[in-house]
């Protein structure tokens, strides 16, 4: 990350994002893989919304770095501030993922019909009594 002073009203936040890490993060944040990478725009929006928290995280970091034993120098801090960082963009930026990001997470389902639902894949032709436990098959006649 690097700020240049271009004029006394304008800065420029240069930012290097390791593709193959915020590929993995997006994965992550999908729970499913993807083909490419996202593409994004020429410039992202710091003045209001996400972009302006994004280029605040961002811009925390930079003097950071300097402190001795400080926070940025124990990896698991460092770790999850990448991972902010690679996630923060993800949402604050435009890419054809953002839709699949903002969508409603999936409903959970119980955690028993999660084993049956487990069950019956593991076992298709197996036949299964919805009175007797997930896991042992029913008797047959």
């Not at 950071?64 to 993800?90: A, F, K, Y």
Request: glycine fraction near 6%; proline fraction near 10%.
């Amino acid at each position: 990350m690097h700020v240049d002073t271009w004029s006394a009203d304008c800065q420029a936040l240069t930012v290097k994002i390791d593709k193959a890490a915020l590929v993995r993060q997006l994965e992550v944040l999908l729970g499913r893989s993807v083909r490419r990478p996202p593409r994004f725009g020429p410039h992202m929006d710091v003045s209001r919304g996400p972009g302006l928290s994004w280029m605040r995280l961002a811009m925390w970091n930079l003097p950071e770095r300097n402190v001795p034993l400080g926070l940025l120098s124990h990896p698991m801090i460092r770790g999850r501030l990448e991972q902010t960082l690679l996630e923060g963009i993800l949402l604050a930026t435009d890419h054809a993922f953002r839709g699949a990001l903002e969508a409603p997470p999936q409903p959970m389902r119980p955690a028993s019909v999660k084993r049956v639902m487990d069950a019956v894949q593991e076992l298709p032709a197996e036949p299964y009594d919805a009175n007797r436990s997930c896991g042992r098959r029913a008797r047959r006649p």
